[in-house]
């Protein structure tokens, strides 16, 4: 069985990326939100809108890193992709699951077929599969060049990139219907975040992170830097004809927030893995889908019981409203729910328990 090196920085990163998750999606009052906590209406960009594409980005890091390891000993290429994809419908049967539960507890919640573990799941059986049989990185990056720029034509050709007029919309609409995220029975017009089209581009910035974890594992660090500028400097060109857009999941969108992945993942290495700095973050990247899928099923039972309110109303609102105002009061909940799900992964971490999905 081969053995991978682990790097604690991508633990690190995966973990605050985790935590981030849940901090955003918590929050004690939806009416009073941060806007950088909040993801951009349509076009455009928040802090918020970073959080999923560098889960992905470091999905790809790690998912290069353990197929290379396999591969490089000799493993049987069959045996290595079933693996792949049944733990690919785990996930999405998982995020399924948790859908589900959603729908049963909380009042006014319609089923939703995708969602983020179904996301994860596709990406992950995607990139892994062209990992294995598409090995040269050049013809990776083709891959993944040839296919921003067909999505790019394909957003082209649908002839909007405005709500609902757009081809992402239109698909989602036709084939997910009721299933979507929002669905308007009046008008029979649905939307996705994690939609069919535009996973295509997560699977993008996934395949950013499949470089950039093997440019860290091979030292090329001063090459991580130039492809981050080089990044940054493609997006902001690019958002000039096609703009920032997390629900559309556009080209220019993948490189922005892939640029700053790759930055973000090469300062933490630089201090983590090089300079021996605690890696903050690493017990909650140890457990990452377990964490996410902890805190959902909690939020679904503190919202069918009613405690979410009750706690935000007779604990936060009270004590912190009129002394630092509504936005600080629900931002506060969001992240004391956070920290008891660090507390817990850290317990976990402690006792060597470690949860795979």
């Not at 690493?282 to 964490?291: C, E, L, P, Q, T």
Request: proline residues 3%; aromatic residues 14%.
């Amino acid at each position: 069985m081969s053995t991978v090196k682990r790097y604690a920085a991508l633990d690190a990163m995966r973990g605050l990326t985790v935590a981030a998750m849940l901090f955003v999606n918590n929050a004690g009052d939806w009416s009073h939100v941060f806007p950088w906590l909040e993801h951009a209406a349509w076009h455009g960009c928040t802090p918020a809108d970073f959080i999923f594409p560098f889960f992905l980005f470091i999905l790809g890091a790690s998912l290069a890193m353990s197929l290379d390891a396999q591969l490089g000993k000799g493993m049987d290429v069959a045996v290595v992709r079933k693996s792949i994809l049944w733990r690919s419908l785990r996930m999405f049967l998982l995020g399924v699951v948790l859908h589900l539960i959603a729908w049963a507890l909380i009042d006014g919640r319609h089923f939703r077929l995708m969602g983020v573990l179904q996301r994860i799941g596709i990406c992950y059986a995607a990139v892994a599969c062209l990992i294995i049989h598409v090995r040269q990185l050049s013809s990776q990056v083709m891959v993944g060049l040839t296919a921003m720029l067909a999505y790019w034509a394909l957003l082209a050709w649908g002839g909007s990139y405005e709500p609902h007029l757009n081809l992402v919309d239109k698909i989602d609409t036709a084939i997910l219907g009721k299933l979507a995220y929002s669905y308007d029975v009046q008008t029979g017009l649905a939307q996705e975040p994690e939609g069919l089209l535009s996973t295509l581009m997560a699977m993008a910035s996934a395949l950013f992170g499949v470089w950039a974890g093997r440019a860290m594992r091979d030292g090329q660090l001063k090459q991580m830097l130039a492809g981050a500028a080089g990044l940054i400097l493609l997006a902001l060109i690019w958002a000039a004809y096609l703009p920032f857009n997390k629900q559309l999941w556009t080209p220019s969108f993948v490189c922005w927030t892939s640029a700053w992945a790759i930055l973000l993942l090469l300062g933490m290495h630089l201090l983590i893995d090089k300079q021996g700095w605690p890696a903050i973050g690493k017990s909650f990247g140890v457990n990452a889908i377990a964490a996410y899928a902890g805190a959902w099923l909690a939020t679904c039972v503190l919202a069918w019981t009613g405690w979410d309110t009750l706690i935000y109303q007779q604990i936060f609102a009270p004590a912190l409203v009129k002394q630092f105002g509504a936005d600080f009061s629900s931002f506060a909940y969001a992240a004391v729910f956070t920290l008891v799900f660090a507390a817990l992964t850290f317990a976990m971490n402690k006792k060597g328990w470690r949860i795979t999905i």
